[in-house]
C-alpha cells in the first residue's frame, strides 16, 4: 500500500538532499509504486512512535522533508493514482502540481486518527484551496476524486485512461507517466536557467513578506538579464506567440 515507514521517510529526506544539489535539472514527478500513490504512514511504525516526544521529532523530520521538496529549484508534479491518504495526501500538497488519474482518491484522513495533519500539509492545503475548502477537506476527511479535486483547485488536470485515449485515436501504449511528463513538459520547457529561476520567484513570493520576496526578485532577476537565454532571444528578435 506504499505507507510510509521510518526508513522511507528516511529514504524521502535522502532524495530530497539529492535533488537539493542536482543542478541540471528543470522538473520532476512524484509517484508511488504499482497504482497507488501513498496510503499514509506505516501503522507498524506509528505504534513504535506512539508517544509525543517521538511523535513531535518525526513530525519535525517529515515537515522539514516536505518544506524543502516544495522549495527545489524544480517544477514538481504529484502524479496520484489509486489512493493518497493521510500522509500521502499531505505529500501531494509538496508539489508545485497534482495530476490526478481516473479512479484516484486524495483524503485528509487525519481526523479519523485522532490527529490533524503535521507534515506541513494543512498550511500548504489552505494555500492551495483556501482556508473553508481546507476546513471542509480536513473537518469532514473527504474523499476527493478527481472532478472534486478539479472544483477545488486541488487537482491541476485529471489524467486520460487508456480507453479514452485509444478511441480518440487508436493510440496504445500511452502511459499515465508518459502522459504526466506531456504535461509537465509546458513549463519546464526551455533554458535551465530561466525555468529554475521562474521557480524560486515563485517560492519568494508565496513564502516570504512582499518586501523580501521583491528584494528575491530582483536578485533572481539579475541572474538571468543578460544571459545565454536573454541574449539569444533578443539575437533572435523572438515574437511572443
Not at 53 to 81: I, W
Not at 124 to 151: E, F, M, Q
Request: glycine letters at 12%; one cysteine or more; proline letters at 3%.
Amino acid at each position: 500500500m506504499n505507507a510510509f515507514s521510518g526508513s522511507m521517510m528516511v529514504e524521502l529526506e535522502e532524495k530530497v538532499a539529492h535533488l537539493e544539489s542536482w543542478s541540471e535539472g528543470k522538473g520532476l514527478i512524484v509517484r508511488g509504486a504499482a497504482g497507488t500513490f501513498c496510503s499514509g504512514s506505516d501503522l507498524n511504525a506509528v505504534m513504535a512512535i506512539s508517544n509525543p516526544q517521538d511523535g513531535m521529532k518525526m513530525c519535525m523530520f517529515m515537515q522539514n522533508t516536505l518544506t524543502r521538496l516544495l522549495r527545489l529549484p524544480l517544477v514538481s508534479v504529484a502524479l496520484v493514482e489509486g489512493r493518497a491518504l493521510g500522509g500521502g495526501a499531505e505529500l501531494c500538497t509538496a508539489c508545485d502540481f497534482r495530476l490526478m488519474a481516473p479512479g484516484s482518491v486524495i483524503q485528509f484522513v487525519h481526523k479519523h486518527m485522532g490527529l490533524v495533519p503535521g507534515w506541513g500539509g494543512g498550511a500548504r492545503l489552505v494555500h492551495i484551496a483556501g482556508s473553508r475548502n481546507a476546513l471542509k477537506l480536513l473537518g469532514g476527511a473527504l474523499k476527493v476524486d478527481p472532478d472534486l479535486g478539479l472544483r477545488l483547485g486541488l487537482a491541476d488536470d485529471i489524467l486520460e485512461g487508456e480507453e479514452e485515449i485509444q478511441a480518440r485515436e487508436g493510440e496504445t501504449g500511452v502511459t499515465r507517466l508518459e502522459q504526466a511528463e506531456s504535461w509537465l513538459g509546458r513549463y519546464t520547457k526551455g533554458p535551465r536557467a530561466v525555468v529554475r529561476a521562474v521557480k524560486r520567484v515563485v517560492v519568494s513570493g508565496r513564502e516570504l513578506p512582499l518586501d523580501e520576496a521583491l528584494r528575491a526578485e530582483r536578485d533572481v532577476f539579475g541572474t538571468v538579464w543578460g544571459g545565454p537565454a536573454n541574449l539569444q532571444a533578443l539575437a533572435s528578435r523572438t515574437k511572443h506567440n
